[in-house]
């Protein structure tokens, strides 16, 4: 089955700094990435997402990277603020129906 | 809209005894899932929902029955506890399974303690 790893566990950055978090995947059939955020306290929810056929993505300061020759993809933040600091999860889906698979999540700390 | 609506937030059990997690969503959403979220391991699938009648298991389905016997509604039956079972349980669930349709919305999450 997928295994999807992340990477890094834990991030701090400067405000005003970009953040990256890496994930790789082991199922060349997985064609849908979505990565979710999680506040403190609260659920996951959706942040952006790429699928199979798409090289990038992006929405104002975050951008999804995927090169599926090496199966990995990023989640870039740039100029980072308070506000972003959470845990980020990666997650990958192969074949058909909803069943992600998810990174083990980055703890993001964003320093004012 | 409530959106997901899980119940209890907090619950804690002792070993051998049996509960429901309550999930339920007014979106009108045909899938519907649990994930447990435990340290380092992100999110692991339990068991998921296509439609109203229809259950399958995830990742880790063992020790944990799940029905869904109307569109809202999709409890989550722990039938004998265990400490191994000590986690936060999310319920999530997406208007389909079809691309563009797969966002899943999440509940706040029920922190289960089994001692």
């Known amino acids: 089955g997928e295994n999807v790893e992340q990477h890094p566990s834990t991030l701090s950055v400067q405000e005003g700094d970009s953040a990256v978090i890496k994930c790789t995947y082991s199922d060349s059939a997985s064609n849908y990435f979505p990565w979710y955020k999680q506040e403190l306290g609260k659920g996951p929810q959706l942040i952006i997402d790429i699928r199979s056929n798409v090289g990038e993505k992006k929405d104002q300061r975050i951008a999804v990277t995927l090169n599926k020759t090496a199966k990995h993809f990023s989640l870039h933040i740039t100029e980072t603020q308070p506000e972003d600091s959470a845990v980020y999860f990666c997650a990958a889906r192969s074949g058909y129906g909803n069943k992600l698979v998810f990174g083990a999540g980055t703890i993001l700390r964003v320093k004012s | 809209n409530a959106g997901v609506t899980q119940t209890p937030k907090f619950q804690v059990l002792k070993t051998g005894q049996s509960m429901t997690l309550q999930c339920a969503q007014d979106?009108?959403?045909?899938?519907m899932s649990w994930y447990r979220q435990d340290p380092g391991m992100g999110l692991r699938l339990i068991h998921y929902s296509v439609g109203a009648g229809i259950t399958d298991q995830g990742e880790v389905p063992n020790g944990y029955n799940v029905s869904r016997s109307t569109t809202e509604d999709f409890p989550l039956r722990l039938l004998s506890a265990a400490p191994s079972q000590t986690s936060v349980y999310f319920c999530?669930?997406?208007?389909?399974?079809?691309?563009?349709?797969?966002?899943?919305?999440f509940g706040s999450g029920t922190q289960l303690s089994v001692l």
């Open positions: 979106m009108n959403h045909e899938y």
């Open positions: 999530a669930s997406s208007p389909g399974v079809v691309p563009g349709n797969e966002k899943l919305f």
